[in-house]
Nanobody, 121 residues
Framework: VQLQASGGGLVQAGDSLRLSCAAS????????IGWFRQAPGKERVFVVM????????IYADSVKGRFTISRDNAKNTAYLEMNNLKPEDTAVYYC???????????????WGQGTLVTVSS
């Protein structure tokens, strides 16, 4: 399944932003969806994932209570609602699919271009 993230932009600290992850190709509902982010000069890291049915989610500690992941299998789309954004959230955000419930980058792919989120202080 091919995924494309969108919805990034430039916001101020404390603002909210909603990212979308649109799927094409294989059956979207067969895959867990993960969001990852990569800040300049740093490795790509796990942010949050949602299981195939949407019944299970796992969040990185850094975003718990601020970010919410969801999915609409009928629309082949996943979402990342980001509230109370902080400058340290600045990164390129990627969504990717996995047949497993996992937080490991290596278990996800293929990777699209990502969408840039910039949070100014």
């Amino acid at each position: 399944v091919q995924l494309q993230a969108s919805g990034g932009g430039l916001v101020q600290a404390g603002d909210s932003l909603r990212l979308s992850c649109a799927a094409s190709g294989r059956t979207f509902s067969n895959y867990a969806i993960g969001w990852f982010r990569q800040a300049p000069g740093k490795e790509r890291v796990f942010v949050v994932m949602i299981s195939q049915s949407g019944g299970r989610t796992i969040y990185a500690d850094s975003v718990k209570g601020r970010f919410t992941i969801s999915r609409d299998n009928a629309k082949n789309t996943a979402y990342l609602e980001m509230n109370n954004l902080k400058p340290e959230d600045t990164a390129v955000y990627y969504c990717a699919a996995s047949p497993y419930i996992s937080t490991g980058v290596a278990n996800y792919g293929p990777w699209g271009q990502g969408t840039l989120v910039t949070v100014s202080s």
